[in-house]
């Protein structure tokens, strides 16, 4: 007898229990990605479970089609947030940061203040002022001597403002005692005409008023700035020492050129009788004044093993803002030629109408207004008009 064979096990889909309708073919609705339990998909005859509840279960919805609109919003954010709202939303705080940085400075001064125990008087500003520029005191182990810069000006404020700082920085890191001397010249008008400029006068004028307080002097034109540290500015003890050689000057470079910058002592500004007084207007003067170093019998001195070339100074002129005087009226123009054997430091005729001691960018120096006098008689070419 054979034995007994068992029944063989039914599959689902053969009891009863599953929904044996081919799948749907997949031009119609696509298969979700994440199949339900229990279903089989193997193709367009597969089977699909039947349902095992009254309700059916929840369809997700498909994720909302991006129309470009919203790549530039972190997905962090409202959907109905657009880059307008962020624009605002950037310059809110923007504007808080600032509030919030000017705040906290005032109150980092305020609590400075009252750590030191001090009040502070008035309104608190906002932010401490800058530190102020360097502040340097003379030594007398700087050496014996003491520089008198003697600067002839007129209606040169804006070159003023740079050079006094400069001069006295660049002086005192190369350890020479000077003072500043500005020989502003104010006799604008004189009987109704208009009185021209005469530098040499003016540092005839400043080297009587410098007094005995020092004992050398740099006839030192405004607009003209020394850049390198290796020019000398000591007691020229030789002889006149011309620190704007021709060699160095942005714009002047024939040999016989000696303004801009020259030291000398008091002894030999002396022994050359100063300056003429007769150049009235710009330029001629310098020259004339190498005559009479010559003549004096005086060695002229010039920088050496200076390799920075025309770069050496810095030039503040500004030809199209700074118009010269450089007209020649009636016998100047035979004059200027001339050597002036008779005037000079000892007939210079001016009156100082007010002395001031100033400090310029933390820079003391001193400001003459000077007036000087023109005799018409002897130069007739001193006033316009």
Request: proline share 10%; with cysteine; aromatic share 10%.
């Amino acid at each position: 007898m054979f034995p007994s064979r068992r029944k063989a096990a039914q599959l689902p889909w053969e009891d009863g229990r599953w929904d044996v309708s081919p799948c749907p073919s997949p031009q119609s609705l696509p298969c979700p990605q994440k199949e339900p339990r229990g279903r089989i998909c193997r193709g367009p005859s597969l089977p699909r479970p039947l349902a095992v509840s009254a309700s059916a279960p929840p369809q997700r919805k498909p994720p909302p089609q991006d129309n470009g609109g919203s790549r530039l919003i972190p997905s962090s954010l409202p959907r109905k947030c657009s880059v307008f709202h962020l624009f605002v939303a950037c310059l809110l705080l923007g504007f808080l940061s600032l509030l919030w940085l000017q705040l906290s400075c005032s109150g980092d001064v305020a609590r400075a203040a009252r750590g030191q125990g001090q009040e502070s008087p008035g309104p608190s500003r906002a932010c401490p002022p800058e530190p102020p520029p360097e502040q340097w005191e003379e030594d007398e182990s700087w050496g014996p001597h003491r520089l008198a810069v003697l600067v002839p000006f007129r209606e040169r404020f804006e070159e003023l403002l740079v050079f006094v700082p400069h001069m006295h920085r660049f002086l005192s890191r190369k350890k020479i005692q000077h003072h500043i001397y500005v020989l502003n010249q104010v006799d604008h008008f004189s009987l109704g005409a208009l009185r021209r400029f005469n530098r040499a006068a003016l540092i005839n004028a400043g080297f009587l008023e410098s007094g005995n307080s020092t004992d050398y002097i740099a006839m030192h034109d405004v607009d003209l700035l020394p850049l390198n540290e290796e020019l000398d500015y000591g007691f020229p003890e030789a002889g006149p020492f011309h620190v704007a050689s021709p060699e160095l000057h942005p714009l002047y470079h024939y040999k016989t050129y000696v303004g801009g910058i020259l030291l000398l002592s008091k002894q030999h500004y002396q022994l050359c009788n100063g300056m003429s007084n007769r150049f009235w207007g710009w330029g001629r003067e310098d020259d004339e004044f190498y005559r009479r170093i010559k003549g004096a019998g005086l060695q002229l001195f010039r920088p050496s093993g200076i390799t920075t070339g025309y770069k050496t100074f810095r030039h503040l002129h500004d030809p199209a803002w700074r118009k010269r005087d450089q007209k020649r009226i009636a016998a100047q123009k035979q004059e200027q030629f001339k050597v002036d054997r008779e005037g000079g430091l000892s007939t210079v005729k001016y009156h100082v109408d007010s002395r001031t001691a100033l400090s310029v960018g933390g820079a003391p120096c001193t400001v003459l207004n000077i007036m000087l006098d023109c005799d018409k008689a002897a130069t007739p070419w001193c006033t316009f008009g």
